[in-house]
């Protein structure tokens, strides 16, 4: 099973290969981070919970932050149910789109629009009345509701009311294109809800490839222990270079002062023979 939480950005369209043209939506998915593993022995179900977007620290309140302590704060925390404890997940990490292919099929569910009160012409498609022969003010109204002998409404009968804000789950959408650098999805068809509306992206198959935060960990140890090694070389360069400019110096004042030496010699030697003259 692979699922990611994303956001609604709009609808457009994109040109195949073969030049048909395709309405898709995009979809800002990810990263998500694993902030809780729920299991059957401990909370009585099997799930992973998952966080989304970003969220500032001051915003959450004690518990959200000891909930979130040593993570990254999150704007949305969502349950997913799995099926079996063993997925391979834990707390911490993180992960993006690449876990999905192209031309992979999923579901997506989210919350449609709300439209408010509406009557039972747009909330359940009926034709309404005539026009004419005695139908005034009666063109959009629901006609009988009720039966004659039990005398009251029955329950499910189709009437006016709330529409809209519903939990809505579309099945078999292909994902037409995937962007790792921006982190969207480009998604066959038209989504449920608004722009900016929140959307869980699932499948049943496959399983979610991701890089553990402890080898996140373990490669970011590798890197600085690289960078380590090279300041040492750097420096060991760098003293070697002063050691032999120490050494030029050194030999430098050793030819001054055998120069000087020679000269005394020579004063030395050219007094002794006007001495002896």
């Known amino acids: 099973m692979k699922f990611i939480l994303g956001k609604k950005l709009e609808m457009t369209q994109v040109f195949r290969d073969n030049g048909e043209v395709v309405p898709v939506t995009r979809v800002k998915a990810g990263p998500c981070v694993v902030t809780q593993i729920k299991t059957k022995?401990?909370?009585?179900?099997?799930?992973?919970?998952v966080g989304f977007g970003k969220q500032k620290l001051f915003r959450l309140n004690k518990a959200q932050q000891g909930h979130l302590r040593d993570?990254?704060?999150?704007?949305?925390?969502?349950?997913?149910?799995?099926?079996?404890?063993?997925?391979?997940?834990?707390?911490?990490?993180?992960?993006?789109?690449?876990?999905?292919?192209q031309g992979e099929k999923v579901q997506v569910t989210g919350r449609s629009?709300?439209?408010?009160?509406?009557?039972?012409?747009?909330?359940?498609n009926f034709?309404?009345?005539?026009?004419?022969?005695?139908?005034?003010?009666?063109?959009?109204?629901?006609?009988?509701?009720?039966?004659?002998?039990p005398a009251r409404v029955f329950k499910g009968t189709k009437m006016g009311g709330h529409m809209g804000d519903d939990q809505v789950?579309?099945?078999?959408?292909?994902?037409?294109?995937?962007?790792?650098?921006?982190?969207?999805?480009t998604i066959k068809g038209a989504l449920p809800g608004a722009r900016g509306g929140l959307l869980i992206i699932s499948t049943q198959e496959g399983e979610m490839k991701i890089e553990k935060s402890q080898e996140k960990e373990d490669a970011k140890q590798e890197v600085v222990a690289e960078e380590a090694k090279e300041?040492?070389?750097?420096?060991?360069?760098?003293?070697?270079?002063?050691?032999?400019?120490q050494v030029e110096v050194v030999t430098e004042e050793d030819v001054k002062k055998d120069t000087k030496e020679e000269v005394k010699k020579?004063?030395?030697?050219?007094?002794?023979?006007?001495?002896?003259?």
Request: glycine share 10%; no cysteine; proline share 2%.
């Open 41 to 49: 022995e401990k909370d009585r179900s099997s799930a992973v919970q």
């Open 127 to 149: 034709a309404g009345s005539l026009k004419t022969h005695g139908h005034k003010d009666q063109h959009r109204m629901p006609g009988s509701i009720g039966a004659t002998g």
């Open 113 to 124: 629009k709300g439209k408010g009160f509406q009557g039972v012409v747009k909330r359940h």
């Open 169 to 185: 789950t579309v099945k078999n959408l292909e994902i037409v294109g995937i962007n790792t650098e921006t982190g969207e999805l």
């Open 266 to 277: 020579e004063d030395v030697a050219k007094s002794e023979k006007e001495a002896q003259e």
């Open 231 to 245: 300041d040492t070389s750097v420096e060991v360069s760098t003293e070697k270079t002063e050691e032999a400019k």
């Open 71 to 101: 993570l990254e704060p999150v704007r949305v925390l969502k349950d997913i149910a799995v099926k079996t404890d063993d997925h391979g997940l834990s707390r911490g990490d993180t992960y993006g789109v690449e876990i999905f292919t």
